[in-house]
């Protein structure tokens, strides 16, 4: 049978996960690389550590589909989205650290450009909110802050585009290319028209000729390098932002279907089919894949910035725990929070808020308050704010959330599925595989090469491993999320 490998590079890792034509895995590594904090709402990453935990993971699959006598098809890859990667094309060396996706030093810019009435532009031709998430700005920073160049040898790109360079030669030949759904988030891309807009770089200040060919979800990209890619020659063929990656792995296909993917941060997907809806405040407009054919299907999405996050931050930060597995028994030792709520608005708040100066708090303390209880609260704080994005996209789309699809990290957590089921009303459905961004980007890829000849088909094997119908009434559920949305609002624009 052919395998197809998903290279995931995640915010603070990188897994390489094969799976076979029954769309089930059969090999894995996972191995994370350092975060660096350089100021307050300053996050970053090096490129080349994050290249080298990729050529690590990936020759530990290839390794192990050797030994099975595995055959490999292709390669798809996925990404955390909205980091920054530049390099000169000459040398292959990152001429900066990565600018992260959390990373808020660019909230004053953001700032000048709305007051400058910039904002409806941006909004309708991207989808996106001006806010320091997303690429555009933090390229101008690098440009004009962080002493990087302008030149004829300067690349930029989000993580896709730094592997995939890497992986088909780097500076022999290496492509560089992204696709519609990294692209759709870096505050350059016309997502109406399907092409980096003159007008956003000019206005943002970035050089179009240092910008990525945009190439489909699915589609073949390029081919890698043996010495570059664990001895394979084999066609890169897939690439999707993690989210939308994820959206495709839980078999999504279907106009109003949602998913949830509890990662560093959170993101509700929703597939709204193939006509760009009209923008939503506190709501992003995005692609949510592009296949060969040139054919797009849209997603209306919400993100959370800090989910499992949170978790790390119990461990890392404050120490209540010492490993992040321990979080979801410590807050299952409980039978609630006992009034306690933690917004984990540590690099502000997301959507539905788009509130940069928001900084986390922890409300309802009391002296019988324990470890449990903040680890339960920031578990509980997952669902809440998951609630938040759910409310306002079922309000923007006038269409009730009929069941969520969930996975990712906090996902395994039953006792955080069944909260989550009922905050929101609805069942909630777990998927059997849990790493279904990687298991989207191999179907994008095997797709485009032939192994599965639809996305259904890709899909069809796509199961729950267990369903979370909601038990609590509707006054205790809407009375929770009064105290939850109290909270909130302790901690909007407190760094402003």
Known sequence: MAVVIAIDAGTTGVRAFAVN????????????????????????????????????????VVAALDAAGETVAAIGITNQRETVVVWDRTTGSPLHRAIVWQDRRTAARCDALKTAGHEPLIRRSTGLVLDPYFSGTKLAWLLNDGDVTDSPDLAFGTVDTWILWNLTGGVRGGVHATDPTNASRTMLYDIGG?????????????????LPEVVPSSGRAGVT???????????????????????????????GMT????????????NVGATLPTVV?????????????????YAMEGAIFVTGAGVQWLRDGIGIIDAASEVGPLAASIADANGVFCVPAFTGLGSPYWDPYARGTIVGITRGTSRAHIARAVVEAMAYQTRDVIDAITEASGTPLLELRVDGGASVMDMMCQFQADLCGVTVRRTAVQETTALGAAFLAGIAEGVWDSPEAAAAAWRSDASFAPTMSDDERNAKYAEWQRAVERSRAWAH
């Open 225 to 255: 390098t043996p010495d570059c890619a664990a001895g394979l020659r084999v066609a890169v063929s897939g690439i999707a932002g993690d989210q939308q990656a994820a959206l495709f792995g839980q078999a999504c296909f279907n106009t």
């Open 281 to 297: 405040d506190g709501l992003l407009n995005t692609v949510a894949w592009q296949l060969a054919d040139g054919s797009v299907t």
């Open 21 to 60: 034509e029954a769309s089930v895995p059969v090999a894995s590594s996972y191995r994370e690389f350092p975060q660096y904090f350089p100021q307050p709402g300053w996050v970053e990453h090096d490129a080349n550590e994050i290249w080298a935990t990729t050529l690590h993971v990936l020759g530990e």
């Open 194 to 210: 399907m092409r980096w807009s003159p007008e956003l770089c000019e206005l943002i200040g970035v050089p179009m000729a240092c």
């Open 259 to 270: 998913k949830n993917t509890y990662g560093t941060g959170s993101f509700v997907l929703t």
